[in-house]
């Protein structure tokens, strides 16, 4: 099993410019979440999708961040424009659902991103 | 207030310690209760969870669940240089089934362990 894969691992941006973090989760999970983690704030969900379909986007900072999952293989997350304080790890997470009761989410290596 | 509290650390700690980690929590729906660890520039993995009140013990790893004083804690006993990572606790309210387990998480403690 290749696990949560994230592209890229790393990156490296100027302010202003468009960033797209991208994922694909383990197969047969319906369920994706992103994570954001700083220092400062600890990990925090952004937003969650089950079965593809956008469940709690509470956790998105601004209309700047959005993210989508065409399907079950595949997200993005999309920051437009970016901003130094973005700067962070961003980890994508995907679980299956009715799995002894507790679903056990499996992040990906995270992608590095840095906003200059 | 976070719904989550984790000392940060860091903590440093000898081979072979016993390494006490905690969190408290004001959400008295929290009903999963989950330690994740987390190396260095790699994502977080689950080392263990429990439901409810109690001990679970895995090997060198024990967690404890004290919901009456909303408090949770990690022992690693006889600890080795491999377990230093960051350890973060992470709380659900729901799980399972259909629907999902949102989880919030501490801030993340930092340990150390030297040999």
């Known amino acids: 099993d290749a696990g949560v894969i994230q592209s890229p691992r790393h990156e490296v941006t100027e302010m202003g410019q468009e960033v797209t973090l991208r994922c694909k989760p383990i197969?047969?999970?319906?369920?994706l979440f992103w994570y954001r983690q700083t220092m400062m704030r600890g990990l925090e969900l952004l937003i969650y999708?089950?079965?593809?379909?956008?469940?709690?986007d509470s956790g998105m900072p601004e209309d700047r961040f959005s993210a989508k999952m065409p399907n079950a293989s595949f997200s993005t997350l999309k920051i437009q424009p970016s901003e130094p304080r973005d700067s962070a790890v961003y980890f994508c997470?995907?679980?299956?659902?009715?799995?002894?009761?507790?679903?056990?989410?499996?992040f990906g290596p995270g992608t590095r991103l840095l906003v200059l | 207030q976070k719904e989550v509290e984790q000392d940060p650390g860091p903590l440093s700690v000898p081979e072979g310690a016993i390494v006490s980690l905690n969190c408290t929590y004001s959400?008295?729906?929290?009903?999963?209760f989950m330690w994740y660890r987390q190396y260095s520039r790699k994502g977080p993995e689950l080392l263990m969870y429990?439901?409810?009140?109690g001990n679970k013990e895995d090997g060198r790893f024990t967690a404890q669940v004290d919901k009456s004083s909303k408090y949770i804690s990690l022992f690693i006993r006889d600890s080795q240089p491999s377990d230093s990572a960051t350890y973060l606790c992470?709380?659900?309210?729901?799980?399972?089934?259909?629907?999902?387990?949102?989880?919030?998480f501490g801030q993340g403690t930092i340990l150390t362990v030297h040999p």
């Open positions: 997470a995907s679980s299956s659902s009715g799995l002894a009761g507790v679903e056990t989410q499996y």
């Open positions: 197969s047969g999970h319906n369920s």
């Open positions: 999708f089950n079965n593809n379909v956008p469940i709690d």
């Open positions: 959400n008295s729906a929290f009903q999963y």
């Open positions: 429990t439901y409810s009140s």
């Open positions: 992470a709380m659900s309210a729901r799980a399972g089934g259909t629907s999902y387990g949102k989880l919030t």
